[in-house]
């Protein structure tokens, strides 16, 4: 049953015995939205009577131009400079646990510029609270409504200067895309990326707003993040251009490819190894590039994953180890699924049950390896302070290829010969 708050206002401010009884039984947002339309002395009393930590969980539904006002209140300096540097403290921790969606976000990414205005209020009142909030920071707010202590909506200042000061706000709500500080990564990057409105407002876990994010600014994170993350993988230097002299690509690029050279050679080592086993099982030579393919793809897909992560800030060597067992895991899942459908093939096309269940292996086996390598080896050169975008593709290629040859031929030696 909702509680009239209209009510609860006038047996809080007459019944002096019992205010903090009657206050208490309200939920949060509901006290931060009586507390507001109190007088002055009798906030003054109530503050006096309540909890420091009372104080901060109902100060915090409230607009930090309302907040510093009611806080005002407190006689005593220290227990108000107290009650303020915790709650300083609080919007700092879980501000900064928002912003762990990119490393290179700052707490200065979150606007306060914003006030927060009850539903029953007319545009005048509105008005009002632009007027005092404008005269103390130089600046425009938000207009965020609110009902019982929540946020509902906001209504554009573009609105407000074409009606008449007497007209209530509820008629011109319109909804504000909203999302939690306690959300995962990826829905805090699906919503500051995707969604098409030009702010977000932060919530706290009660639903009181914590900050004003603006699209563009996220926006600027993010914008030069695909091309470099496109040139890293490559190989290239970010600063090359289509139409650089042709030395200036050579100067660019041979170091990369001299190096891919050399790793080549090592998965050309395997064969050189097992040439026996070839010269005699010359059908295992059709499935090379199946394995080395299908290596090479699966490490792509964790290292694209993985990169992600390093690049959002939400991974790193030091955590990373669960991560990297899952990768494993799924490559193991993936490997018998593809190793299943190969086995099948090699059965029916070859007649040959033997090379089904090498090849099947091999793919298990070149499937784990891409898991592992394609998760630990960014996070090994992140450690070591090199680009995991420019130079993890080629250590993951050459695992999987290596490794891939040596289980089919290896396997192919041991099984079949």
């Known amino acids: 049953m909702k509680i009239d708050l209209a009510l609860k206002i006038k047996e809080i401010a007459h019944k002096s015995l019992d205010r903090v009884t009657l206050l208490r039984e309200l939920s949060l947002p509901e006290q931060s939205a009586v507390l507001q339309e109190l007088t002055s002395h009798v906030q003054h009393v109530l503050l006096m009577q309540l909890r420091d930590d009372e104080i901060v969980n109902i100060v915090d539904h409230l607009d930090p131009r309302l907040a510093e006002k009611i ?34 976000a700052t707490t200065a990414l979150i606007s306060f510029n914003y006030v927060l205005v009850p539903i029953n209020a007319t545009v005048g009142d509105a008005a009002d609270a632009i007027e005092e909030h404008y005269h103390d920071t130089g600046t425009f707010p938000e207009i965020f409504i609110q009902e019982r202590g929540k946020l509902i909506g906001e209504v554009p200042m573009s609105v407000l ?15 504000v895309q909203t999302i939690t500080y306690q959300a ?7 919503t500051l ?44 230097d970010e600063n090359e251009r289509p139409m650089d002299s042709a030395w200036q690509k050579f100067s660019n690029r041979s170091a990369w ?29 059709m499935y090379i590039p199946i394995v080395a393919g299908m290596g090479g793809n699966a490490g792509s897909q964790t290292f694209a ?73 960014p996070l090994l050169l992140k450690r070591l302070g090199k680009d995991p975008a420019a130079t993890s593709t080629i250590f993951i290629t050459t695992a999987t290829d290596v490794l891939g040859l040596f289980f089919l031929l290896g396997l192919g030696t041991l099984i079949m010969m």
């Open 71 to 104: 806080l005002s209140r407190i006689s005593d300096e220290k227990r108000r400079l107290r009650i303020i540097k915790k709650i300083k403290i609080e919007v700092r921790e879980k501000i900064e646990y928002f912003l762990r969606f990119h490393p290179k």
């Open 161 to 175: 200067v074409r009606q008449r000061n007497s007209l209530v706000l509820k008629k011109f709500i319109q909804p």
């Open 184 to 190: 995962e990564v990826i829905d805090i990057i699906d």
């Open 193 to 236: 990326t995707i969604s098409k409105r030009k702010k977000i407002v932060v919530l706290d876990h009660d639903e009181s707003v914590l900050g004003v994010i603006y699209a563009d600014d996220v926006l600027n994170l993010f914008g030069k993040m695909p091309m470099e993350s496109l040139y890293g993988v490559s190989g290239l």
């Open 257 to 285: 490819l001299v190096l891919n050279l050399f790793t080549a050679f090592l998965a050309g080592s395997m064969i050189f190894i097992f040439s026996d086993t070839l010269d005699a099982l010359v059908i295992l030579a």
């Open 305 to 377: 994953v993985m990169l992600r992560g390093i690049t959002l800030g939400t991974i790193s060597l030091n955590n990373g180890w669960p991560a990297i067992k899952n990768e494993i895991l799924a490559g193991f899942y993936n490997g018998l699924l593809i190793g299943f459908i190969v086995a099948l093939i090699s059965l029916i096309w070859n007649q040959s049950a033997l090379l089904g269940l090498v090849v099947g292996l091999s793919m298990v086996g070149v499937h784990m390896v891409a898991g592992f390598a394609g998760a630990f080896i």
